[in-house]
């Protein structure tokens, strides 16, 4: 299970710190993710982490504002975002890989088998 939290209302330029609690597995052993979907669009890739906390990668649009993160030792993966734009609101939704260990494609969103809940981040202009 996936539990997101830390999404709501936020001005132009500031900052939300996501945070998405995991159970019921060996978190440590799977890439982790953040997707987010705005309203009439389709659910995107924003950042994801790999197992070994060693390599992370961000979408365009977001690198260099977002920063994703994760402590192993709490099962918990971070997304702390800066420089918030309205662009930017949309349901946030962390995920778990379906596969231990996975080294490759570990961005493509169909890889992911375990989602969380979603947390809204609305950014005002």
């Known amino acids: 299970q996936l539990q997101a939290s830390g999404g709501g209302l936020a001005q132009a330029g500031g900052s939300l710190r996501l945070s998405c609690a995991a159970s019921g597995r060996t978190f440590s052993r799977y890439v982790m993710g953040w997707f987010r979907q705005a309203p009439g669009k389709q659910r995107e890739f924003v950042a994801v982490i790999s197992w070994s906390e060693e390599n992370t990668y961000y979408a365009d649009s977001v690198r260099g504002r977002f920063t994703i993160s994760r402590d192993n030792t709490k099962n918990t993966v971070y997304l702390q975002m800066n420089s918030l734009k309205p662009e930017d609101t949309a349901v946030y939704y962390c995920?778990?890989?379906?596969?231990?260990?996975?080294?490759?494609?570990?961005?493509?969103?169909?890889?992911?088998?375990?989602w969380g809940q979603g947390t809204l981040v609305t950014v005002s202009s």
């Open positions: 995920a778990a890989d379906g596969t231990p260990y996975r080294t490759t494609d570990v961005t493509i969103l169909a890889n992911f088998g375990s």
